[in-house]
């Protein structure tokens, strides 16, 4: 049962996001239409100057292949750009703190989790990234992964709008445009993602979030501090026994150094580009990245923005306001579920606690207080159904249950909202699912927005929802059979499993929170995450595209008595029932060893 706290704070939230996702969504519309509005365009002249630079005719369109081809290499330059910068950080300058060169399969990973807009970090930023790395390398790549996202969802948007008519079907999928993929990336960027970061840091550097290029200063304190840390080698890497294990140190002293740095910006694009990538290790746990119960609550509602306004663009785009309402309350359902299930798993506690004479009414581990459990479950559902990865709690120190929605959240495919643009197409492919199964149960050729579901839509929507299973499964499988992914699970039983499928859900989902506990920062594990992270992005987006260039090249359709309603109640049941049969039947097996047996043997005890 929830709280009043709990449902207050749920209708606050969704209230002022549909609100502020209106708006969003209008702007979106008008300018990938190149109607850009008056306030921004002082803006375009550095638009035409970059299209006069790269020999760019935005005008022109592209097909699918092309389009692809030109995300894949655009992103595999931004892949290359961010591994050199982290590997000549140390003799590059804004670097007070003299940070070393990031480790070869350490620097790899991290380029795949930031182009990917995975954002998984298997180091600590404020220990290992130099100012320069940080605002650079990773701010600029949040801005590029979260246009790449948006791009491949307009371009989808675009094939279910195309009005091709049955006398001039096009012959072949390929030669029909889906738009011009440097304009549509340079607009989202110039004129979507910037001006909005840009508002939204100023207001979280208003709520105490830091935002300078100063030395880390060392401060006194009261009292000794003592604290236990991985030792370090001559390179800064954590060293390892004989077993695999870190080597650990105590360390006691009267000082504290405090890390200082240009926050603000980051986190802005962070939360706005559903990215999640931390400066500090504690990420929106820290104090510097998320001070206010204020601030916290506008990290929020930045991680649903843009995910939220492409559903009413989606609505706008294909003529049809019904439909973006559809898909909105088909991803609000889902959320308001799996909210409610953590939110009253958090507040029940551990019930193993009676035994030690401890009355636990609610699980304020791993929590911060200024937070709360209702925050922090909020928080918790957010950013796990969108592809984020920010964290304000320890996911790790969740209940079973309550660990396992954040877990499953990823599993679906994070089309519960969902990263900015990835979550709209992952949602529309399980659209074309649901009509695809409604089309067998009566006997007719489905149909969505008026064009015919056939053998090559239903083969690209196959590839989108078992290639992240299949990348999550036989990644966990490998991780727990060898050697060398063993050394890293520090909790042996149910939980260890459970932050080895955590970490490969949040990885091919693009997601990027961890479960902690796990030591992921070796090579194995940065080359099987970075992987992981490449193809469950990549490949799926290839699919979605290659879907909108087949869809761009189909007549739209008459409605008949026979056409399935996509808008409605019925519609929207059928959409849900889709996303939870298919989503969890892939993962159920795995979770009933991790968290689903961790779960039981809490109630046992």
Known sequence: MLSTNAVLQLILYLGVLIALAWPVSLLINRVMAGQIPLFLRWLSPIERGFYRLAGVKPEQGQKWQAYALGLLLFNLLGFIALYVLQRSQGGLP?????????????????AISFVANTNWQGYSGEATMSYLTQMLGLTVQNFLSAASGIAVAIALIRGFANHQSQSVRTAAPAAVSIGNVWADLTRITLYLLMPIAFVLALLLAGQGVIQNFKPYQTVSTLDAVSYSQAKLDAAGQPMQDAAGKPVMETISQNSQLIAMGPVASQEAIKMLGTNGGGFFNANSAHPFENPTPLSNFLQMLAIFLIPAALCFTFGHRVADHRQGWTILAAMTILFVLAY?????????????????????????????????????????????????????????????????????????????FGGVGSGLYGMLVFAILAVFIAGLMVGRTPEYLGKKIESFEMKMTALVILVTPLLVLLGTALAVSTTAGQAGIFNPGAHGFSEVLYALSSAANN???????????????????????????????????????????????????????????????????????????????????????????MIAQ
């Open 511 to 601: 997601n990027g929170s961890a479960f902690a506990g796990l030591s992921a920062n070796t090579p194995f594990y940065n080359v099987l995450l970075g992987l992981a992270m490449w193809f469950g992005r990549f490949a799926v987006i290839i699919a979605v595209l290659a879907m909108a260039g087949s869809l761009a090249a189909k007549p739209r359709l008459a409605v008949n008595v026979g056409t399935l309603p996509t808008h409605g109640p019925l519609f929207v049941m059928l959409l849900v029932g889709a996303v939870l049969l298919v989503g969890m039947l892939n993962y159920i097996p795995a979770l009933a060893l991790g968290p689903i047996v961790e779960q039981l043997q």
């Open 94 to 110: 804004l670097n007070p703190q003299a940070m070393l060169a990031v480790s070869a399969d350490s620097a790899f990973n991290t």
């Open 340 to 416: 409610g299930v953590i939110v009253s798993a958090e507040q029940v506690g551990n019930p193993a606690f009676a035994h030690f004479g401890v009355d636990q009414t609610s699980n304020l581990e791993g929590k911060e207080t200024r937070f709360g459990i209702v925050a922090s479950s909020l928080f918790a559902t957010i950013t796990t159904a969108a592809s984020c990865g920010a964290v304000n709690a320890m996911h790790d120190s969740f209940t079973p249950m309550g660990g396992m929605i954040t877990m499953l959240l990823m599993q679906l495919g994070e089309v519960v």
